[in-house]
């Protein structure tokens, strides 16, 4: 707001010199190197020969006719090189021929105009004078006299009752505007749906994406399997369910897992199954190397020993993968004993609350 | 405007002897006819003549304005067949490695825009390629900005309102990369969807609204086109409408020349020759990327397949603009994570935001330090060389390595592959980076400015060594210095120069504590300096010589 | 160890004597049954047995010069290098058909350099290799002829195979140095026999877990990419965002800064 200092209201516009503004700490010398003016003007070839001027001018033309050369290349390639179904290759020549034809008419045309410019437009500079960027005086004066003589008709700081109550109006009127985001989402509180996945007791683990069912057989040592719940595809969100019941299965040396007390029932015969969904922030921990049994999640390099129960040896991360229970049935195919025992996935606030 | 001064031109004065030509006489009717309605011509006298100066890194700006236009152009032709739907569907376009498979409208549609319309893939492509160099253009010409100080008064505001952009581009790239709904972007929204319930308290319910229910969920691609195609693209316009109008009441910067005053613009005109250059350039701009998106292929989002919550990619990254972020959660050290009562608090994901969100705020506001530091009040037309501000390039300096740093960490798993390192090692090594790598970047910056600094003067001075011995008649030899031109001379001499504050007193006796940490970065800013050249200097240098 | 040892030897003793052998069975089925059809096969197989056994005779000596002094003098392995002992013949064609073995260097990982035996030897190699003990055999030429369900190949490779070696199989990092190999134009029989037999640190997919015919879909798919380029043009090394911000920054960048300076270089 203005100064209201500087002009009472309804006075006649007080005429002042504008301050000269500080220099700060900066260094002003009386005896600096004087600005020695500007240079003469160095003519092209195209101010001294005329014969030059023709023959940029004839350049100038050829580029916006090499334009309309690619203009209707472009339209020529679009209809004879059309796009077979199936064939990539076709798909390669559409886009490439087309393009190269629209790029020969935009190049041409910035070049030439650019060539223009340079080599046949006047060539001197010109001087423009700054000014200011504040107001001038008297362009201030009038301004504050505005806010001033506004301030007064209204009484806006005089009516401290209305100017007080409508700030408050203003400040709480857009809490609607924010309360009407809540339906973004379901009503359902989140933390109940992020604590549980579908896995449990019985369910059958299957293959990705086919949904074959695995028996313990099937697991041979060194192996690696991509694992899914039985009947995810006939859940109503499967990609939901899949985002928090991805799971990898692996086979090690029964002597070579390090099984924590509680959990001693959780492999069978050396066959593991890990949630696969990265504690960091969620990226599918997949790659699993067979010889060192670490495994390394592909975007921020988390990884993790599977011989100590997927706890976390580099990266970002810092909880293991949870382990989901596993068994057999009795048919030999490996089955979960239970959903996993915590919240699978990125840690959030309320991971361990009730 | 009235005070262009018009050197005297030879040309055009003949033309005038004729009567107007049948398209002359169409203009002049159609000039009238819009002035008599819109008072045009006005604006015409106000804009048409106004200088502009010439230098190639003024030209950066308009790289992005321009690819922001090639955005528009092509985007707009991408919405009409694009499907912002996450409604499953089963693919039976012409990719055979995707056909029959189940997957969104969204990826669906893009496919098809790929392979199925011609041109689609091309429209595709310069969509991509344009918005990567939209955001690059951006960068660099802040960097520009910053490094030759043509934020300072009166264009501090105009600095924030690019910064704005800066973050509205990165915004506008993210939501666009994320549309296709395709694996690579699929699990950077999971990564997304990680970050945000890494937020304390309030984490957990953003990211279940934001998705409309749990990750996945059906609505995200639906909400990101809204903000790409609408919201963001409004904001972006009406910025760069501010960024714009701020442009023209403050005039351009120039650098130090002869003639030039920090009073004066001198370049050429808007009409003809700025409106041809940069008309031209446009076309330039938007042929670059018509050829590039013709022959390099972006995004091969066929490649990456269709959005499932199982599979990943090696090498799985954002572009180029988001990496800094990517790379910054990459880098934090293993157990940064702890429980506060019933409650977990995910330090590697907050730090690395706050990180984040820090290095920004020190961009946006690194101009108001500076007028702070100095105290200057003044209005700074004439673009500083970054030799001539030491401390304020070395700043830069240690800014773009922190940047590069991070930048470099999000490709740590390919640096690994393609220099046969060990990926943990790579990531130690940025981690050492990151924190030295500033230091030392500043300290070499802010030499080499002084050393530059110095050869200037002696330059300035004595002239350029000529490589040529004379022996004097005393049996002296001498080696031959060629003298500068006063127009050579003036660049080199030209500069502004800080001391250090000295702390005083206020008028109630007292040194405050603000006062006393002014002081202090002001010494660290200023206490090595070197002096511009005086006349006093020249002078005797000169009779030295004689 | 000893017993070990001997008892691939009796059997291939057996087979060294089988001419004798077969003559005398020859003999006494034309004498006792004069059957002749019967006595054909019997000839034939036996034949076979025969070319098996000479080329495994081959593969030992070859084993024995160029692998023993790390694999052990019978494959049993020592603490340079893991037994071969059941290996099968599978692990052998890969890991000597792609030039990993022998490893020149120790490193992170063996890499595939150039080959340094015969196609001849390699098989040498695998038959005496495979009659240590029984293991993955040399796939069926009908699994490898790049014929397949792409479709189904391309989302078993992303679900399976893309962690590691990439959507586009341009390979990727591993631990400690080691790395997911890039596989554009690598045979598919070493892609089938990789995929059997996990060499290193890749996990071994059996064919329960992947079918023989699902990674001949597989094959299809990797033989897809490596037939069609890229319709968009330049595929940049299928390395993603990266490969496409640095192109970005220093060609599309790099050629506008270089219109820049042209546009604003005075022109003479």
């Known amino acids: 707001m203005a100064d209201q200092g500087s002009a009472a209201p309804g006075t006649a516009v007080e005429k002042r010199e504008a301050p000269i503004p500080s220099a700060g700490t900066a260094v002003v010398r009386s005896d600096r190197v004087e600005n020695p003016g500007f240079p003469p003007y160095r003519p092209r070839v195209s101010d001294l020969d005329p014969k030059k001027e023709r023959q940029n001018e004839r350049r100038v033309a050829w580029f916006f006719w090499a334009s309309i050369i690619g203009t209707v290349f472009a339209i020529t390639a679009y209809i004879a090189f059309p796009i077979v179904e199936g064939d990539m290759a076709s798909v390669r020549l559409n886009n490439g021929l087309l393009g190269l034809g629209i790029a020969l008419a935009l190049l041409s045309i910035g070049l030439g105009a650019v060539h223009w410019s340079k080599a046949l437009m006047d060539g001197h500079d010109l001087v423009e004078q700054r000014h200011p960027t504040r107001g001038s005086e008297e362009t201030r004066a009038r301004a504050a006299e505005i806010f001033t003589l506004g301030n007064k008709e209204s009484g806006f700081t005089r009516r401290k009752l209305i100017r007080n109550s409508l700030i408050g109006a203003l400040a709480v009127m857009p809490l609607p505007a924010i309360v009407i985001f809540r339906d973004l989402a379901p009503a359902a509180d989140p933390n109940a749906l992020l604590k549980h996945t579908m896995w449990e007791k019985g369910m059958r683990l299957t293959k990705d994406p086919n949904g074959v069912p695995i028996k313990a057989s099937d697991v041979t040592l060194g192996s690696v399997f991509q694992v899914i719940p039985e009947g995810l595809y006939d859940t109503e969100h499967p990609l939901e369910e899949k985002a928090k019941a991805a799971v990898l299965l692996m086979r090690l040396k029964p002597e070579d897992l390090h099984v924590s007390p509680g959990r001693e029932s959780w492999n069978y015969d050396g066959i593991v199954a890990y949630s696969k969904i990265c504690t960091h922030v969620g990226c599918p921990v997949a790659l699993y190397e067979q010889q060192t049994h670490h495994l390394l999640c592909p975007c921020h390099q988390s990884q993790f020993d599977i011989t100590h129960e997927a706890e976390v040896i580099f990266g970002p991360a810092k909880r293991p993968l949870p382990q989901l229970p596993i068994s057999v049935d009795a048919e030999g195919y490996l089955v979960a004993q239970s959903d996993f025992h915590e919240p699978v996935g990125p840690s959030f606030w309320e991971r361990v609350h009730d | 405007m009235t005070d262009t001064m018009e050197r005297p031109s030879t040309t055009g004065a003949t033309q005038a002897q004729e009567g107007p030509g049948r398209g002359m006489r169409f203009t002049n009717w159609a000039a009238n006819w819009v002035d008599e309605r819109t008072s045009m011509s006005g604006l015409v006298k106000e804009l048409g003549r106004k200088i502009f100066p010439d230098h190639w890194s003024f030209m950066l700006g308009e790289v992005a304005l321009y690819s922001f236009i090639v955005i528009l152009l092509s985007g707009t032709f991408l919405t009409f067949f694009f499907q912002a739907s996450m409604a499953p569907v089963e693919y039976e376009g012409s990719y055979a490695p995707l056909k029959g498979l189940e997957m969104s409208s969204a990826m669906a549609s893009t496919l098809d825009i790929s392979f199925d319309i011609r041109g689609g893939l091309l429209m595709r492509q310069i969509h991509h390629w344009a918005a990567l160099l939209f955001v690059a253009s951006i960068g660099l010409h802040m960097l520009r900005i910053f490094f030759t100080g043509a934020f300072r008064k009166p264009r501090e505001l105009n600095w924030v309102v690019g910064f704005v952009l800066f973050v509205l581009a990165m915004g506008e790239g993210f939501t666009g990369y994320s549309l296709p709904d395709d694996l690579l972007s699929g699990n950077g929204l999971r990564i997304i969807d990680g970050m945000i319930k890494g937020v304390p308290v309030v984490g957990t319910w953003i990211s279940y609204l934001l998705f409309g229910g749990e990750f996945p969920g059906e609505a995200i691609v639906g909400r990101l086109y809204t903000l790409h195609i609408l919201l963001l693209p409004a904001l972006v316009v009406a910025a760069i409408g501010v960024h714009m109008v701020l442009l023209i009441v403050n005039k351009h910067t120039q650098f130090a020349g002869p003639g030039r005053t920090n009073d004066n613009v001198v370049g050429v005109p808007i009409m003809p020759v700025f409106a041809a250059k940069a008309g031209g350039f446009f076309f330039i701009i938007f042929g670059v990327i018509a050829l590039v998106a013709s022959t390099v292929t972006i995004n091969p989002i066929w490649n990456y397949g269709p959005y499932d919550p199982s599979p990943i990619s090696a090498g799985t990254q954002p572009d180029w603009y988001i990496g800094f972020a990517d790379g910054a959660l990459r880098l934090v050290p293993p157990g940064w994570e702890f429980q506060l009562g019933p409650y977990t608090v995910s330090m590697n994901i907050l730090i690395p935001i706050l990180v984040l969100v820090l290095f920004l705020l020190v961009v946006a506001l690194y101009p108001f330090f500076e007028a702070w530091i100095t105290g200057d009040k003044r209005e700074h037309h004439i673009a500083d060389r970054p030799r001539n501000a030491p401390m304020r390039t070395a700043i830069g300096a240690a800014g773009v390595t922190f940047y590069a740093a991070l930048w470099a960490a999000a490709s740590s798993d390919l640096i690994a592959t393609h220099f046969r390192l060990a990926v943990e090692g790579v990531t130690h090594a940025i981690q050492a980076l990151l924190i030295f790598g500033p230091i030392i970047a500043g300290v070499v910056t802010h030499r080499v400015c002084i050393a530059l600094q110095k050869k200037d003067r002696e330059i300035a001075l004595h002239g350029y060594e000529s490589g040529r011995i004379v022996r004097l008649p005393g049996g002296e030899y001498i080696e031959v210095h060629e003298p500068l031109s006063d127009f050579e001379r003036w660049k080199l001499v030209s500069f502004e120069e800080y001391q250090p504050l000295m702390v005083r007193p206020d008028a109630r006796g007292r040194i405050t504590a603000g006062q006393r940490l002014r002081a202090s970065i002001s010494r660290f800013f200023f206490e090595d300096r070197i002096s511009p050249v005086t006349q006093t200097e020249l002078e005797a240098a000169h009779s030295d010589h004689h | ?268």
């Open chain 3, 1 to 268: 160890m000893r017993t070990e040892s001997t008892s691939p030897r009796r059997s291939r003793g057996r087979g060294r004597r089988s001419p004798l052998a077969s003559a005398a069975l020859l003999l006494v089925g034309l004498l006792a049954t004069g059957g002749v059809y019967a006595a054909f096969t019997t000839a034939a197989t036996a034949e076979t047995t025969q070319r098996i056994d000479a080329l495994a005779d081959e593969g030992e000596k070859l084993f024995l010069a160029n692998c023993a002094s790390c694999h052990g003098l019978q494959a049993e392995g020592t603490d340079a290098a893991p037994t071969l002992i059941g290996v099968g013949a599978a692990a052998v064609d890969f890991q000597v058909g792609t030039g990993r073995m022998p490893m020149a260097a120790t490193g992170p990982q063996a890499e595939a350099k150039p080959v340094q035996f015969t196609d001849e030897q390699v098989k040498a190699l695998a038959a005496y290799v495979a009659t240590l003990a029984p293991g993955p055999a040399i796939p069926d030429e009908k699994y490898l002829t790049g014929e397949g369900d792409v479709a189904v190949g391309a989302e078993l490779f992303r679900t399976n195979c893309a962690m590691c070696h990439n959507v586009a199989g341009a390979g990727g990092a591993l631990t400690e140095g080691k790395f997911a190999p890039d596989l554009h134009n690598v045979d598919p029989a070493h892609i089938y026999e990789a995929m059997v037999t996990g060499p290193q640190n890749m996990p071994v997919f059996n064919d329960l877990n992947i079918t023989p015919e699902d990674k001949a879909n597989i094959i299809a798919y990797l033989t897809y990419l490596d037939n069609n380029s890229s319709p968009g043009g330049l595929d940049l090394g299928g390395l993603g965002p990266v490969s496409e911000g640095l192109f970005a920054w220093i060609f599309v960048l790099g050629a506008v800064v270089a219109v820049t300076v042209w546009l604003t270089a005075k022109s003479n």
